[in-house]
């Protein structure tokens, strides 16, 4: 190796050792600027300065909602019904209510629905809450139905809870995901209530004639193990909660 040729590598490496002492540098140079800035806003906050001051004496002037309940329990909410604080209550239901009545909700693993549909050979667990597959075979949903269908139940207090509010005058509407009619078995009126997925209570054919059924007809179909068929046309008879397409 030449002389110059040897200069040129020695200046190469004092030009990269530069830049990664320059890149270091900077480096440092950021953290610590962002030390310094995070401790300029501590102290303007802890002495009031500034616009940290201002910001907290707007949020201040912010007016705050009106505390309703004396505490936020069950305790606290039920003693603000019980002064007459509230009227036109609103109750929104779903499957909790209806896994404490002994009912198996639809995802929880290992008890869900969905777990337990190996036994129908479905497509997908889904499969049997579709109008299409049920419209091809709707002997699953009716086998599910009849584990499922209403008076092997009971309601639970919570149930009857919806029924007080409805005697005192006080339900507006009780909205429900349920669909195995425990509202109304425990006496909630069907005209306060909004069954958002349907309900075992109506059917009606699928076929030409539309003909509407009541459950009692469709329950001693199901419980014969029968898919229910519509004397008319001979369509299916589909209980009244909402498959999906």
Known sequence: MSEAEGDSKASESESAAATGDSSTQEKGAGEEAEQMEYFRRLFARTLGLSQEREAAEAEEETPRPQQLLDEVTVEGIAKYIRDGKCRNIIVLTGAGISTSAGIPDFRSPGTGLYDNLQKYNLP??????????????????????????????????????????????????????????????????????????????????LGECRKEYTQEWVKEKVFNDEVPRCPECDGVVKPGMNLVN
Not at 125 to 144: H, R, S, T, V, W
Not at 154 to 178: A, D, E, M, V
Request: net charge positive; proline share 7%; with cysteine.
């Open 124 to 205: 997908s667990p889904q499969a049997i809450f579709e109008i299409g597959f049920f419209k091809e075979n709707p002997e699953p949903f009716f086998a599910l139905a009849k584990e499922l269908y209403p008076g092997k139940f009971k309601p639970t207090w919570c149930h009857y809870f919806i029924k007080l509010l409805s005697l005192k005058g006080l339900l507006l509407r009780n909205f429900t995901q349920n669909i195995d009619t425990l509202e109304r078995v425990a006496g909630v009126p069907a005209g306060a209530m909004v069954e958002a997925h349907g309900t075992f209570y109506t059917a009606h054919c």
